[in-house]
C-alpha cells in the first residue's frame, strides 16, 4: 500500500524544500515535527526504507552555511540571542533573586546541535540504568544503549593531529558512527597545569582518562562534536551530503507546526482512543494554516519546550487547565509540560598571571582575530577549530549534605566543572587574564514546568524552569564552589593564580545572583511504565492515552542525566527509529 502510494511522488531527487506548494505530496508516511538533534536522527534511519515516505517540519532554516554555527570557537556568542534561537524569556525566578533569563534553543535544522557548546559526555551508566528502571524497559539501560552509541558517534582526529594517546580510551568509543566526536582540536597553555592539578589532587579530582566509559568520576579531555575543525550537528551529519537526496526524505523550513489534529478534525468518540493523523503548521506566522498527513504516525521532535508547546495547543495535557483557558481537551495527561529539569551554572573566576589566554591573544588582538578566521576558513585549523575549554570533570559531594540523593547511584557525580582559560564574558574588561570554572550542579531537585497562557498557538509558552527553588540545590552549589576553589588551590596554580575575581563574600547572595539555568533541560512529557497513570508518553515513546503520536527529544528523559544531553538525545533517537521500524507503529 505505502509502495502504491510513493508512486505518485516524482522521482525527483529530494532536498530541503522552502515552500510547501513546492512538495510533491501532502501525505506522508512519517511526519517529524522538528529537524533538530533527535529529529535528524530519525529522518535519516527511517529514509533508510526505501519505500517509507518521511516529511520532517522545521520551524527555523538549514544553518549548514552559518559560519557563527560552524566555527567552534564561534559557539559561545551563540549563547547570545541570535537568528538561530527561538528568543524565548523564562518568567522570573524567585530562586534566583527574581531575574529573567534568555532559555536558549535552536531554531534551525539541527536544533540545539547546531548552537550549543559541543561537549560531548554521556553521563554515568547510572543515568541510563534509572530510565531503565523507572520506565520498566531495560532496553534503555546502559549496556542495551552500547549499540546506539555505536550507530552515532564517529570518533575523529582531532583538527591538530597531535598525538591523543592516554587522551581517551579508543575501546569505549565509535569510528563508524554518524556524529563526529574529537579530542582538543587546539592545544590551551593550561593544558599541562590541568594535568598536574591531577597528580597533586588525585584523591579528590583524579585523571579519568575517558568520562565516557560509563564511569565518569574525574577529570578528563574535553571530547567535543566537532569533526576537522568544524561543528558537527545534526544537520550537517544526519541530513549530510549522502543522506539529503534520498528521494523519500522531504525536508520543509520556514514552518512553525501549531498543532496536531484528530482524524477528520472529527469530535472525539469517547470509547476510543484518539487518533491523531495529520499535523498543522504555518509558512507566513499564521496567514495561511497548512495541514500535512501521517499515513504511519507523527513523531514530535519539536524539544523540552517545542513538543509539549505544541502538545497543550492541541488539547493534550490537564484537561481542566486547557478548558479553563478554552482549549477543547483531546486527551487527559496532565503530565504534558511539568517535570521540567534542568541544570543550574555558575561561573568562579580567578585573576592570573598569564598573558597567554583568551584575552590577549584574541579578544583584544583584532590582527589574531582575523589571521585565525583567514586560517580556519583555509584549512580549519587554529585557534577558532577548538571550544573554549579542554578539559572538564564530574565530582561527587558527601552524602551528608543531602537529604535525598538526587544523582543516579553512587558513582555518579553531583557536580561538573568545566575549565578555560578566560572569561566567557564579553566585552571582556580591557585588562586582566582570568582562568575559569564552570560550576554545573548536575541533578537538581527543583522542577519547572512548560504552560501556555493563550488559545493562539503562535504564542510563546511560558517557562518556568524553577531554578534553586529546592534548597538542597543551594547546598549542592555552594559545596561545588567549594570543590572548585579546593582544585584551584593545588600546588602547580601556586604562582598562576593571583586571586579570586568572582565575589563570593556572601556565598548564598552570590549564587541567587550569579547562577543560571544550564540549557541542559529534559521532562516535559517523560516517559513512564506502559500502565502508569503519571507520564506522557510510554517506554516505546508513544503519546499515552492515544494513537498515532509518538515523542523523541530530550522532552521524554524523565531525569536529567549527570552529563550534557547531547550524545542522549542522539541515543534515544537512534533507539526509538529502531523501535519504530520494528513493526511496532502505532
Ligand atoms: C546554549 C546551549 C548549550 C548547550 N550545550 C550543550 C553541550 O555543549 N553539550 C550537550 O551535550 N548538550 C548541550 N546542550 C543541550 C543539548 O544541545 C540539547 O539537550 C539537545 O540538543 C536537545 O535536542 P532535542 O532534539 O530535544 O531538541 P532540539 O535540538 O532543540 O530540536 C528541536 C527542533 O524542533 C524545532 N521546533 C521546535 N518547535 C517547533 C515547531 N512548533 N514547529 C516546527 N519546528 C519546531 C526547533 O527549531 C529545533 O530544530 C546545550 C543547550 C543549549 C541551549
Same mark, same amino acid.
Given at each position: 500500500?505505502?509502495?502504491?502510494?510513493?508512486?505518485?511522488?516524482?522521482?525527483?531527487?529530494?532536498?530541503?524544500?522552502? %515552500?510547501?506548494?513546492?512538495?510533491?505530496?501532502?501525505?506522508?508516511?512519517?511526519?517529524?515535527?522538528?529537524?533538530?538533534?533527535?529529529?535528524?536522527?530519525?529522518?535519516?534511519?527511517?529514509?533508510?526504507?526505501?519505500?517509507? +515516505?518521511?516529511?520532517?517540519?522545521?520551524?527555523?532554516?538549514?544553518?549548514?552555511?552559518? /559560519?557563527?554555527?560552524?566555527? $567552534?570557537?564561534?559557539?559561545?556568542?551563540?549563547?547570545?540571542?541570535? @537568528?538561530?534561537?527561538?528568543?524565548?524569556?523564562?518568567?522570573?525566578?524567585?530562586?534566583?533573586?527574581?531575574?529573567?533569563?534568555?532559555?536558549?534553543?535552536?531554531?534551525?535544522?539541527?536544533?540545539?546541535?547546531?548552537?550549543?557548546?559541543?561537549?560531548?559526555? %554521556? *553521563?554515568?551508566?547510572?543515568?541510563?540504568?534509572?530510565?531503565?528502571?523507572?520506565?520498566?524497559?531495560?532496553?534503555?539501560?546502559?549496556?542495551?544503549?552500547?549499540?546506539?552509541?555505536?550507530?552515532?558517534?564517529?570518533?575523529?582526529?582531532?583538527?591538530?593531529?597531535?598525538?591523543?594517546?592516554?587522551?581517551?580510551?579508543?575501546?569505549?568509543?565509535?569510528?563508524?558512527?554518524?556524529?563526529?566526536? +574529537?579530542?582538543?582540536?587546539?592545544?590551551?597553555?593550561?593544558?599541562?597545569?590541568?594535568?598536574?592539578?591531577?597528580?597533586?589532587?588525585?584523591?579528590? @579530582?583524579?585523571?579519568?582518562?575517558?568520562?565516557?566509559?560509563?564511569?565518569?568520576?574525574?577529570?578528563?579531555?574535553?571530547?567535543?562534536?566537532?569533526?576537522?575543525?568544524?561543528?558537527?550537528?545534526?544537520?550537517?551529519?544526519?541530513?549530510?551530503?549522502?543522506?539529503?537526496? %534520498?528521494?523519500?526524505?522531504?525536508?520543509?523550513?520556514?514552518?512553525?507546526?501549531?498543532?496536531? /489534529?484528530?482524524?477528520?478534525?472529527?469530535?472525539?468518540?469517547?470509547? +476510543?482512543?484518539?487518533?491523531?493523523?495529520?499535523?498543522? @503548521?504555518?509558512?507566513?506566522?499564521?496567514?495561511?494554516?497548512?495541514?500535512?498527513?501521517?499515513?504511519?504516525?507523527?513523531?514530535?521532535?519539536?524539544?523540552?519546550?517545542?513538543?509539549?508547546?505544541? /502538545?497543550?495547543?492541541?488539547?493534550?495535557?490537564?484537561?481542566?487547565?486547557?478548558?479553563?483557558?478554552?482549549?477543547?481537551?483531546?486527551?487527559?495527561?496532565?503530565?504534558?509540560?511539568?517535570?521540567?529539569?534542568?541544570?543550574?551554572?555558575?561561573?568562579?573566576?580567578?585573576?592570573?598571571?598569564?598573558?597567554?589566554?583568551?584575552?590577549?591573544?584574541?579578544?583584544?588582538?583584532?590582527?589574531?582575530?582575523?589571521?585565525?578566521?583567514?586560517?580556519?576558513?583555509?584549512?580549519?585549523?587554529?585557534?577558532?577549530?577548538?571550544?573554549?575549554?579542554?578539559?572538564?570533570?564530574?565530582?561527587?559531594?558527601?552524602?551528608?549534605?543531602?537529604?535525598?540523593?538526587?544523582?543516579?547511584?553512587?558513582?555518579?557525580?553531583?557536580?561538573?566543572?568545566?575549565?578555560? *582559560?578566560?572569561?566567557?564574558?564579553?566585552?571582556?574588561?580591557?585588562?586582566?587574564?582570568?582562568?575559569?570554572?564552570?560550576?554545573?550542579?548536575?541533578?537538581?531537585?527543583?522542577?519547572?514546568?512548560?504552560?501556555?497562557?493563550?488559545?493562539?498557538?503562535?504564542? $510563546?509558552?511560558?517557562?518556568?524552569?524553577?531554578?534553586?527553588?529546592?534548597?538542597?540545590?543551594?547546598?549542592?552549589?555552594?559545596?561545588?564552589?567549594?570543590?572548585?576553589?579546593?582544585?584551584?588551590?593545588? $600546588?602547580?596554580?601556586?604562582?598562576?593564580?593571583?586571586?579570586?575575581?568572582?565575589?563570593?563574600?556572601?556565598?548564598?547572595?552570590?549564587?541567587?545572583?550569579?547562577?543560571?539555568?544550564?540549557?541542559?533541560?529534559?521532562?516535559?512529557?517523560?516517559?513512564?511504565?506502559?500502565?502508569?497513570?503519571?507520564?506522557?508518553?510510554?517506554?516505546?515513546?508513544?503519546?499515552?492515552?492515544?494513537?498515532?503520536?509518538?515523542?523523541?527529544?530530550?522532552?521524554?528523559? $524523565?531525569?536529567?542525566?549527570?552529563?550534557?544531553?547531547?550524545?542522549?538525545?542522539?541515543?534515544?533517537?537512534?533507539?526509538?527509529?529502531? /523501535?519504530?521500524?520494528?513493526?511496532?507503529?502505532?
Amino acid at each position: 500500500m505505502n509502495s502504491l502510494l510513493l508512486l505518485f511522488l516524482p522521482l525527483c531527487s529530494a532536498a530541503i524544500y522552502e %515552500r510547501v506548494a513546492d512538495l510533491p505530496a501532502q501525505d506522508f508516511d512519517y511526519i517529524i515535527v522538528g529537524g533538530g538533534t533527535a529529529g535528524n536522527v530519525l529522518a535519516n534511519r527511517l529514509t533508510e526504507q526505501p519505500d517509507i +515516505s518521511v516529511l520532517v517540519l522545521e520551524a527555523g532554516r538549514s544553518t549548514v552555511d552559518v /559560519l557563527t554555527s560552524r566555527v $567552534p570557537f564561534f559557539c559561545t556568542s551563540l549563547t547570545q540571542t541570535t @537568528f538561530l534561537d527561538w528568543n524565548f524569556t523564562t518568567t522570573p525566578q524567585p530562586g534566583l533573586n527574581g531575574r529573567t533569563f534568555p532559555y536558549l534553543r535552536g531554531f534551525g535544522l539541527g536544533g540545539c546541535s547546531a548552537t550549543n557548546v559541543m561537549t560531548y559526555t %554521556r *553521563g554515568s551508566s547510572q543515568d541510563y540504568d534509572r530510565y531503565a528502571r523507572l520506565s520498566g524497559d531495560d532496553g534503555w539501560g546502559w549496556d542495551k544503549m552500547q549499540p546506539y552509541f555505536q550507530r552515532n558517534e564517529r570518533f575523529v582526529a582531532s583538527a591538530d593531529h597531535h598525538n591523543t594517546t592516554g587522551q581517551y580510551d579508543p575501546t569505549v568509543h565509535s569510528f563508524e558512527g554518524i556524529t563526529s566526536v +574529537s579530542l582538543a582540536e587546539y592545544p590551551s597553555v593550561l593544558d599541562g597545569r590541568m594535568i598536574q592539578a591531577t597528580k597533586e589532587l588525585s584523591d579528590e @579530582f583524579p585523571f579519568n582518562m575517558d568520562y565516557n566509559s560509563g564511569y565518569h568520576l574525574g577529570i578528563g579531555w574535553h571530547q567535543k562534536t566537532v569533526g576537522h575543525g568544524t561543528r558537527s550537528s545534526s544537520e550537517t551529519s544526519y541530513l549530510g551530503p549522502e543522506y539529503i537526496d %534520498r528521494v523519500n526524505l522531504y525536508v520543509l523550513v520556514d514552518s512553525h507546526v501549531t498543532r496536531i /489534529l484528530v482524524e477528520n478534525d472529527s469530535t472525539v468518540d469517547q470509547d +476510543s482512543e484518539p487518533y491523531f493523523d495529520s499535523v498543522e @503548521f504555518t509558512q507566513d506566522a499564521g496567514k495561511t494554516i497548512h495541514t500535512a498527513s501521517a499515513r504511519k504516525e507523527i513523531i514530535l521532535s519539536a524539544g523540552v519546550i517545542g513538543t509539549p508547546h505544541i /502538545l497543550l495547543n492541541s488539547g493534550v495535557g490537564h484537561g481542566n487547565e486547557l478548558s479553563v483557558l478554552g482549549i477543547t481537551p483531546t486527551v487527559h495527561l496532565p503530565d504534558v509540560g511539568k517535570n521540567l529539569r534542568d541544570q543550574v551554572s555558575m561561573m568562579v573566576t580567578w585573576n592570573v598571571n598569564d598573558t597567554q589566554l583568551i584575552e590577549n591573544v584574541y579578544w583584544r588582538n583584532e590582527t589574531l582575530q582575523e589571521d585565525a578566521l583567514a586560517e580556519w576558513q583555509s584549512n580549519r585549523t587554529g585557534f577558532l577549530a577548538n571550544p573554549p575549554s579542554n578539559h572538564l570533570g564530574f565530582f561527587r559531594l558527601g552524602d551528608e549534605l543531602m537529604d535525598e540523593e538526587s544523582c543516579a547511584g553512587n558513582q555518579t557525580g553531583h557536580y561538573e566543572l568545566i575549565f578555560g *582559560g578566560g572569561l566567557d564574558v564579553l566585552p571582556v574588561p580591557e585588562t586582566g587574564n582570568y582562568f575559569t570554572a564552570l560550576v554545573n550542579i548536575l541533578c537538581p531537585l527543583s522542577r519547572g514546568n512548560i504552560t501556555i497562557n493563550s488559545t493562539n498557538p503562535l504564542s $510563546p509558552p511560558v517557562i518556568n524552569p524553577n531554578t534553586l527553588s529546592n534548597e538542597q540545590d543551594v547546598v549542592l552549589m555552594k559545596h561545588a564552589i567549594g570543590g572548585a576553589q579546593r582544585f584551584a588551590a593545588a $600546588p602547580v596554580w601556586a604562582d598562576y593564580i593571583l586571586e579570586l575575581y568572582t565575589d563570593l563574600s556572601d556565598l548564598e547572595g552570590s549564587i541567587r545572583a550569579q547562577a543560571r539555568p544550564a540549557g541542559h533541560s529534559v521532562g516535559t512529557a517523560s516517559m513512564s511504565p506502559r500502565n502508569a497513570h503519571w507520564g506522557v508518553v510510554d517506554p516505546d515513546l508513544r503519546l499515552k492515552q492515544a494513537r498515532g503520536v509518538r515523542v523523541v527529544d530530550a522532552s521524554v528523559l $524523565p531525569y536529567v542525566p549527570a552529563g550534557h544531553t547531547q550524545a542522549l538525545v542522539y541515543v534515544t533517537a537512534e533507539r526509538a527509529a529502531d /523501535l519504530i521500524k520494528g513493526g511496532k507503529s502505532a
